[in-house]
């Protein structure tokens, strides 16, 4: 009895080898294909990433030629603007960095006149 129930436990053990086996096969091509998904969304990874650089650096230069502020200080900055603005401003429009461009419907701006003041005072002394 005692011999038959030893047999029983090592065919078990070898059944369980078996499994084992068979399970450890299908971890490694698992592994395996894990490695090749890594090693494609590595590939992918650096492509993007030099896509996006020339995204970003045309971006960048798009900025650098539109740069919507500037042609605004440049026309503050010009004197020969001011009659321009001047005239601008008894249309009914902003010429004060604040509101610049945009309708003054009909009332009177403390910035813009406080802009006039001072080129006024720019040019007579
Ligand atoms: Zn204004």
Known sequence: MKDR???DTVMEFEQQLELMQKQFEV???????MMEEHQALQMDNHHLR???EKVLASNE?????????RTKKELFDIGEGYDN????????YH???LNFGSSRKGEECLFCLTFFDKKGEKQNG
């Not at 971890?27 to 294909?33: F, T």
């Not at 230069?61 to 502020?69: G, L, N, V």
């Not at 603005?85 to 009914?92: D, F, I, K, P």
């Open 50 to 52: 030099t896509r996006l």
């Open 61 to 69: 230069s798009i900025e650098i030629q539109e740069k919507p502020d």
């Open 85 to 92: 603005l001047a005239r601008l401003y008894q249309e009914g």
């Open 27 to 33: 971890l490694k091509n698992s592994v395996a294909s």
């Open 5 to 7: 129930n030893f047999l």
């Open 95 to 97: 010429v004060c960095s």
